[in-house]
């Protein structure tokens, strides 16, 4: 006798967010790693855009920011409202610092930095996806800037939404002057962002995700080359890309501010440290005065949450959360100097 219902319920099944859910955090870490034991970052899928006349037109209090405070790339968006400042215009919730199996995951306003999602009352990250397509078969990663009138996400590339918080809502911003990505610089704020992103925002992730001799070799190299290669830059000039502030410089600051105390050890990118390149050093003590990037850095999320949620590298999740020598170049060597200049 023929069944039947075995393959209906079967396909019921694939398109239940609960198989899609199991399904995603079983391979949550085979499908990004390559035949060659390299790591391969999978791209952003929202990547609608904010802008007058369009679907997604700017207006005061309609979007959202979800990030967390220990992700590199979701600590570039931060930067970038604060600087603009468009944070009574956009709103922010900041998820708990462990990733761990349902992915991240918002906490109660009791845990220090974490801001629970006010829009939904959501307890997890991958909710927003689903709200926002119910057949999501990506990745649940943050940043996200949602619309809370259509109740979907607009993006989640964050290259893209610092572009759109530094142009789109400028009738809202209290400093609409600043300009971090202006017309004249473009092609050299492109030229270092390409090199930056690969050889070092995502070198880093590439060596320390590695899961072959070569991959890691190869990658190590590039990340030591391109610090070396942007501290060669600075040698001459304030920041990046001349005397202005760009966001060339947000976008290498969140990995730099993360290298000593995370990257050098649990990635294990220790051929050169922070600490011992002179214009990078001097260069991040700059980025680092301004208060409105000092209240960003979160060191305690940045370090709990990759000593602690990658139990592939680091099994039994110990780290030091004191302040120590190793981070030197973070924390105690801008608080010096913050104190004595
Ligand atoms: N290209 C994305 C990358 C974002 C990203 O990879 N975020 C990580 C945190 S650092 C994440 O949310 N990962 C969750 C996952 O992969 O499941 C961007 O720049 O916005």
């Known amino acids: 006798m023929k069944r039947k219902s075995a393959p209906i319920a079967y396909c019921k099944l694939l398109n239940c967010s609960y198989f899609k859910m199991s399904y995603m955090s079983l391979n949550s ?3 990004i790693i390559g035949e060659k034991g390299d790591f391969q970052r999978k791209s952003s899928v929202f990547r609608n855009t904010i ?4 679907p997604f037109p700017p207006e005061a209090d309609r979007y959202h920011l979800y990030i967390s405070l220990a992700c590199p790339w979701a600590h570039r968006t931060l930067i970038v409202r604060n600087l603009k400042g468009l ?6 919730s900041v998820v708990h610092y462990l990733m761990l199996e349902n992915g ?11 801001i629970p999602d006010t829009v939904n009352s959501f307890k997890m990250v991958r909710e927003l996806y689903f709200q926002s ?4 078969a990506g990745r649940f990663t943050v940043p996200i800037l949602y619309d809370k009138k259509t109740k979907c996400i607009v993006n989640n590339e964050s290259s893209e939404i610092i572009r ?8 809202f911003a209290k400093n609409p002057e600043l300009d971090m990505y202006p017309e004249a610089l473009r092609s050299s704020i492109d ?10 925002n995502n070198g880093v992730y590439k060596a320390g995700f590695a899961t072959s001799q070569q991959a890691y070799e190869e990658n190590a190299k590039l990340v030591h080359d391109t610090m070396v290669w942007v501290n060669e830059i600075l040698s001459d000039r304030k920041y990046l890309c001349g005397d202005a502030l760009t966001e060339a410089d947000i976008r290498l600051f969140t990995t730099v501010i993360r290298h000593d105390p995370v990257y050098l050890v649990h990635f294990k990118c220790n051929l050169v440290a922070v600490k011992d390149l002179q214009n990078l050093s001097r260069w991040v003590k ?7 990037v000092q209240e960003t850095v979160n060191m305690e999320h940045i370090k709990k949450h990759y000593y602690m949620s990658h139990k592939h590298i680091n099994p039994s999740a110990v780290c030091m959360l004191q302040r120590n020598p190793i981070d030197v170049t973070v924390l105690a060597m801008l608080i010096n100097y913050l104190s004595t200049d």
Do not use: T
């Open 29 to 31: 870490i085979k499908d």
């Open 51 to 54: 802008s007058k006349g369009g």
């Open 87 to 92: 944070d009574h215009a956009i709103g922010l």
């Open 104 to 114: 991240w995951e918002f906490a109660n306003s009791d845990v220090p930095g974490c």
């Open 133 to 136: 397509d119910a057949n999501y």
């Open 164 to 171: 759109m918080f530094n142009s789109e809502f400028n009738e």
């Open 191 to 200: 030229e270092i962002n390409a090199r930056v992103y690969d050889g070092y």
């Open 286 to 292: 700059l980025i680092y005065q301004n208060e409105r």
